[in-house]
């Protein structure tokens, strides 16, 4: 199973952006998916987590300005950013819990960072 996560790029302040990321491989089920996000010098974060059931929860700061959904089918997550500020500015990255069809229990998967600039 790999998380292949896409869409950082330089926006500038109240602009939008959409991230992705994409579960591959032999993939059982996936019980949650998550973005979570670093700026420099800065412990990382839980920006955004979406549930199996559809259910989701957001960091204070992005609530009404971010919107995470899953499409099951594609096995895809996206983070929908708008009114971005230049303290959105981190590494963003997704984490999923998923099982592999080989395992009989679920992990923890990475995907690799993809940055996110908020600047005028």
């Known amino acids: 199973v790999q998380l292949q996560a896409s869409g950082g790029g330089l926006v500038q302040p109240g602009g939008s952006l959409r991230l992705s990321c994409a579960a591959s491989g032999s993939i059982f089920s996936i019980d949650v998916m998550e973005w979570y996000r670093q700026a420099p010098g800065k412990q990382r974060e839980l920006v955004a987590r979406?549930?199996?059931?559809?259910?989701?929860n957001y960091l204070d700061s992005v609530k009404g300005r971010f919107t995470i959904s899953r499409d099951n089918a594609k096995n895809t997550v996206y983070l929908q950013m708008s009114s971005l500020k230049p303290e959105d500015t981190a590494v963003y990255y997704c984490h999923g819990l998923l099982r592999d069809i080989t395992e009989t229990t679920s992990r923890n998967y990475w995907g690799q960072g993809t940055l996110v600039t908020v600047s005028s």
């Open positions: 979406i549930f199996s059931d559809g259910s989701t």
